[in-house]
């Protein structure tokens, strides 16, 4: 019974694992008895009170003497901080409903027996209830947008960040007043200096201006995939500043890179990023944060390596970042693209050489399931509003 409960905990019912989605209905009942018998001893009330409570609350059949397992599911579900995990879930659900996707892994630094017991009693019951029940609240499960939008990546006006001729505090005034649009993208090495009064002025910037932060480039952080152990850890801690950072602005997903030692064994190159990012992982799910990869030279360059590594780490918090790149004889974007959008967590998007191309790739995005941000890192003021046009028009935005 324990190797079905850690086999669904590895799996984490993530992306289409529908093996995993199932199984999380069986350890619905599985845990729930394990449950009661591990806190037969630990009862909130006496069996008296808890009679009277399912006797007033709920119809005669849920009566735990009757149904235990039922019966403990229904006294979970009443208690305050249940409802608030509840909610949690049903909201991912809801977030995710158009892609099929349902994330049961639970949010927590540590998972014990005893933790993943309680939690997998959630997971379980979190399949049978409809959106239209869930309430607002504070807190959501994985960020995955369910319609589109258009951001700027800061790197398409990097020469004007470089001349002086604005701050990483301006851009969200740039991003409304010269061409008003809705999201921007950072770049961790263009933060003048990200202290806590920094940041603050940069929130109200934003707020100001009703621009939404959507997510950090990390770069020049260490290397994700090497086969030092010292240095994979030295990495994950290098990120997780710009993680926190992320969080703290509203973000939801830090971009990095996963480049490998030139001429590295495939095979084991997989198992040190795959360690890398299981890691980063472990501080950037309780914050909420994304990990997304961007296409920038050696393995991300290769679409069925990173296909190999998505389903190595199998998380919805673990995902790719495209980068439409430009038709070339040593990368084929198209390919890379198409293969990528399962994973996507976000779109470096690129005005191609003709209107075609650019529809033609803007369809396959809408048409693999990818709704979220489409952000232009066409070089220059001009590239940019084409590349807002161009959305616009073929997104019907």
């Known amino acids: 019974m324990n190797q079905i409960l850690n086999w669904v905990l590895k799996r984490k019912c993530q992306y289409h694992d529908y093996k995993a989605n199932l199984c999380g209905i069986v ?37 735990p003497g009757r149904y235990p397992v ?43 027996r005893r933790n993943f017991l309680y939690k997998s009693v959630l997971a379980g019951t979190a399949g049978i209830i409809a959106p239209w029940a869930i309430p607002s609240a504070k807190g959501s499960g994985t960020p995955r947008m369910i319609t589109n939008d258009i951001s700027i990546a800061q790197w398409a006006l990097v020469d004007e960040v470089h001349k002086g001729v ?34 603050n002025t940069l929130k109200r910037n934003a707020d100001s201006h009703g621009v939404k932060m959507v997510l950090i480039m990390v770069d020049d952080e260490g290397e994700t995939c090497t086969p030092s152990k010292e240095e994979r ?24 890179n996963c480049r490998g030692p030139k001429d590295a064994p495939k095979d084991e190159a997989l198992k ?19 990990v997304l990869i961007e296409n920038h030279g050696g393995l991300s360059n290769d679409a069925d390596w990173m296909v190999a590594l998505m389903k190595e780490v199998n998380n919805l918090y673990f995902g790719s970042y495209p980068d439409w790149r430009e038709p070339g004889h040593e990368f084929d974007h198209i390919d890379y693209l198409q293969k990528m959008l399962p994973y996507a967590g976000g779109l470096s998007y690129r005005n191609q050489p003709t209107e075609e191309m650019t529809a033609k790739m803007i369809k396959m995005s809408f048409d693999a399931g990818y709704r979220g941000w489409y952000g232009i890192e066409s070089s220059g003021r001009d590239a940019i509003r084409q590349g807002k046009s161009l959305l616009k028009k073929y997104l019907n935005l």
Not at 83 to 105: D, G
Not at 176 to 186: S, V
Not at 244 to 255: E, F, K, N, Q, S
Request: with cysteine.
């Open 27 to 63: 350890v619905l009942f599985v845990s729930a008895e394990l449950f009661c018998s591990e806190y037969k001893a630990e009862q909130l009330h006496s069996e008296q009170k808890a009679n009277d409570v399912f006797r007033t609350e709920v119809p005669e059949i849920w009566e």
């Open 70 to 112: 039922k019966g403990v599911i229904k006294r979970l579900f009443f208690t305050e901080k249940i409802k608030i995990v509840f909610i949690n879930i049903f909201k991912n659900l809801y977030n995710c409903h158009h892609q099929n996707l349902i994330n049961f892994h639970m949010i927590n630094n540590k998972i014990d």
């Open 166 to 199: 604005w701050k990483t505090l301006d851009f969200p005034k740039i991003a409304r007043e010269d061409f008003d649009i809705n999201g921007i993208e950072f770049v961790n090495t263009l933060f003048e200096v990200p202290t806590v009064r920094y940041l």
């Open 233 to 256: 850890k030295q990495t994950v801690i290098n990120h997780q500043k710009w993680i926190d950072i992320a969080a703290y602005l509203g973000c939801h997903a830090i971009r990095t």
């Open 272 to 290: 040190w990023a795959a360690e890398t990012y299981n890691m980063m992982l472990e501080y950037a799910i309780p914050a909420n944060i994304s």
